[in-house]
């Protein structure tokens, strides 16, 4: 049994959840969604991109084949729906728990110029204002922006740019909102987490992270769940408490654990790559790792590196 964290906040490893039919393979996931039911979908990069499981990890069914080239972050949304961004397609998709296309933000495979301000160029995720339906787009890779629609999918304005000052963006990698509509927004390589008010007005910034990718905001708890790729380069490779890791925040940006003390590593407990973070109804966290990506340079990468993990709350 492996445990991570402390205090109120231990965590048991469940050590090879989630069971894939013979053959099949996840390549990488890129991110993870819980529906009403404790259901995970798990959205990946192999053959079949949605993968659906039930809470004991046994296998549902899939969808989304030939559809999503390069899946990257899911959202659920309240009335069994879901946002799903793809990143490699330039698209947002709203779709039914099935994997019906409800509407499509975007023109698959056609991304806005480079840097340009418009939607999208290798978007990355969706957060949806739990007071009116109303949803944002952190716009990603190949933009500094985010943009804010009305739940038709009417884009109502944006905001961001390339920079390191408040308000600008270095790789906008992720955003979701509190129950007050709050904006949050992973910043990934200014290694920081803006807050915004729903105008794209900026409030303040968490600093002392990681490269946060994964972002989840619990609304009832008010409790911020943050996968961190990690900082360590080739001089201090093995140094400790710098990512990748798990953390867990208020909303209001008081750290209050962290899992992940070691350097990256393949044993359970321990991460490569934390991409796309959520949690269930009683507060399990499941953690996507983009293991593929973060090892495909290396001189020898495992075949099939583990790229999904669930931490059981104790």
Known sequence: MVELGSGDYIYEVAEGWGQL?????FKEVAAVGVDAND??????????????????????????????????????????????SDDGDHTIRKCKLDGTVLFTLGISGQPAPFMSGDPFNRCTHVAIDPRNGDFYVSDGYGNARVHKYSPDGTHLFSWGASGTDPGCFNIAHNVCTDKDGWVFVADRENHRVQVFDSDGKFETQWVNMARPCGLYIDQDAERTYIGELGVPIGPNFEATDLGPRVSIYDTRGNVLARLGHETEGWTPGRFIAPHGICIDSRGDIYVGEVSWTHTRSYSDPPDNPRTLQKLVKK
């Open 21 to 25: 039919p013979d053959g099949w393979s």
């Open 39 to 84: 259901n995970v979908y798990a959205f990946n990069r192999g053959e079949h991109p949605m993968i659906v499981f039930d809470k004991e990890g046994n296998f549902l069914e899939s969808w989304g084949e030939g559809v999503y080239p390069r899946a990257h972050g899911i959202t659920m949304a309240p009335d069994d729906t879901m946002f799903l």
